[in-house]
């Protein structure tokens, strides 16, 4: 797809993605910039986090700047809609490739509305402990949640209780936010990316993740929901 003059998104399923060995090593030299180790979320995103996979290349023939890791919908349970998993994002930082995230995640969300037609709810969801992560359910997802300050909806709570069960999730400490999964994910982000986020963190102030307590570094995530618009 054709985004602007050279700027293009392409789309690859996971089987595909993985004979091409020159992207798999682009993909890897855009994390190693921010993940202590690039083939723990590689790995993972790889067997877990996708059906297909959504990069961006700033003008033909230039190396990607973007990839982004989803699960087209599926049915994960009786008691949910088709689910869509939103996994993995990895852009280059740079002013030029400014809005990356939100051209792969939305080129996804249009794709999957074209998928199941017009008439058909998908429920999407992630997992996140950056600050980035709360910008989908917010400003890309319909009846996204938590919201910022943290609340959720009857049927959002359902929703997550259901995505617990279906995925072997652990139901969260009584005294913990619902959404809150602790020591759950092996991935880490490298110094140089939680410095980064703690600079950007001290200009916006608390964020949600901050308030919940949701450490990074010992695995924790928030998880997050919303329908397909
Ligand atoms: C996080 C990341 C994917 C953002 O990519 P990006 O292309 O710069 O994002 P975009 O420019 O599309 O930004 C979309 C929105 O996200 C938000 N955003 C972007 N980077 C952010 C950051 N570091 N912290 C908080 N919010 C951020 C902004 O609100 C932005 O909206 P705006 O353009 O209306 O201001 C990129 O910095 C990255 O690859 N980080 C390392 C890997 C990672 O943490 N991935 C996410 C977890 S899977």
Redesign the pocket.
């Known amino acids: 797809m054709t985004i602007s003059p050279g700027r293009t998104v392409e789309t690859l399923s996971t089987n595909e993605f993985g004979r091409c060995l020159t992207l798999i090593a682009e993909c890897r030299r855009l994390l190693a910039q921010?993940y202590r180790d690039p083939d723990v979320p590689l790995q993972y995103a790889l067997a877990h986090e996708s059906t297909h996979i959504y990069f961006e290349r700033p003008a033909r023939g230039e190396d990607p700047s973007?990839f982004f890791f989803a699960r087209m919908p599926e049915t994960i349970s009786a008691s949910l809609p088709l689910v869509a998993y939103m996994g993995?994002?990895?852009?280059r930082?740079s002013l030029a490739?400014?809005?990356?995230?939100?051209r792969l995640v939305t080129t996804f969300l249009r794709e999957v509305r074209e998928t199941v037609g017009p008439d058909t709810d998908v429920l999407a969801w992630y997992r996140?402990a950056?600050?980035?992560?709360l910008?989908p359910v917010q400003a890309l997802l319909r009846d996204g949640f938590p919201k910022a300050e943290g609340a959720a909806s009857e049927r959002a709570l359902a929703d997550l209780r259901e995505l617990r069960l279906a995925h072997g999730i652990p139901e969260s400490e009584p005294s913990d936010h619902p959404f809150v999964v602790r020591g759950y994910a092996a991935s880490r982000y490298n110094e140089t990316?939680s410095q980064f986020i703690a600079e950007?963190r001290q200009s916006r102030g608390q964020d949600l993740l901050q308030r919940l307590s949701v450490n990074e570094s010992h695995g924790d995530r928030l998880l997050m929901l919303g329908y397909v618009p």
Request: avoid cysteine.
């Open positions: 921010f973007g993995l994002v990895v852009v930082r490739e400014k809005g990356t995230a939100r996140t950056t600050p980035f992560g910008f990316e950007y």
